[in-house]
């Protein structure tokens, strides 16, 4: 899961801040990074159809919810976790 910033021991009008600054990157740092490299990924399928892909992401790809393995599922890809040291 991905930290959030919010500290219950500070102040009410801190803790908005807090959640507001949370909820920003988490939308663009991760949300929408994982979107756009999801849609690199698909096009790249898409426009290669005869070719086979292998894929490595870096870990911050994988946190919490909306990875970018689940936006290509979400789009009807099948995708197949290798974790590491799983052989290929």
């Known amino acids: 899961q991905v930290p959030n910033f ?7 009008h801190e803790q908005v ?3 507001e ?22 096009a790249l399928l898409r426009e290669n ?10 870990a911050g790809h994988f946190l919490g919810n909306n990875t970018v393995i689940d936006v290509l599922r979400q789009a ?8 590491p040291g799983q052989p290929i």
Do not use: C, W
């Open 76 to 83: 009807g890809f099948e995708v197949e976790h290798t974790p």
């Open 6 to 12: 919010i500290n219950t021991t500070l102040p009410p």
């Open 17 to 19: 801040t807090a959640q």
């Open 49 to 58: 159809t005869d070719k086979s892909f292998f894929f490595a992401f870096g």
């Open 21 to 42: 600054i949370d909820s920003y990157f988490r939308q663009e740092l991760i949300y929408k990074r994982n979107e756009r490299m999801g849609k690199r990924v698909m």
